[in-house]
């Protein structure tokens, strides 16, 4: 399993960002996806997660109605779109991918493979 981000970035708050998460070595249309990021000091929190068929989403209160998450099983791809950033939205941001054993949820620990992480800094 392999799971790779893209590069993320410094933008300036209330910017936009997308970052994408190529994946391979399993069947990524079988399986949920999630966005955790990381800040300093902080625990990992999840962001955003996407059932196997792109239906259904959910989010961490604080960033629903700016991010969005998305799918193209086509590509083994997915997406986090990122709209007026926030300095608080300030760190490593992982893709993994869920444990189809578990409903869809924003826990780490119902997650089995994780990528390496991109760095994503907003400015104030």
């Known amino acids: 399993v392999q799971l790779v981000e893209s590069e993320g970035g410094l933008v300036q708050t209330g910017g936009s960002l997308r970052l994408s998460c190529a994946a391979s070595?399993?069947?990524?249309?079988?399986?949920?996806i999630g966005w955790f990021r990381q800040a300093p000091g902080k625990e990992r929190e999840g962001v955003a997660v996407?059932?196997?068929?792109?239906?259904?989403?959910y989010y961490l209160d604080y960033v629903r109605g700016r991010f969005t998450i998305s799918r193209d099983n086509a590509k083994n791809t997915a997406y986090l779109q990122m709209f007026s950033l926030k300095p608080e939205d300030t760190g490593v941001y992982f893709c993994?991918?869920?444990?189809?054993?578990?409903?869809?949820?924003?826990?780490?620990?119902?997650?089995?493979?994780w990528g390496q992480g991109t760095q994503v800094t907003v400015s104030s």
């Open positions: 996407i059932s196997s068929s792109g239906e259904k989403a």
């Open positions: 070595g399993f069947a990524f249309a079988s399986h949920a």
């Open positions: 993994a991918v869920m444990d189809p054993l578990w409903p869809l949820n924003l826990n780490p620990g119902a997650y089995d493979h």
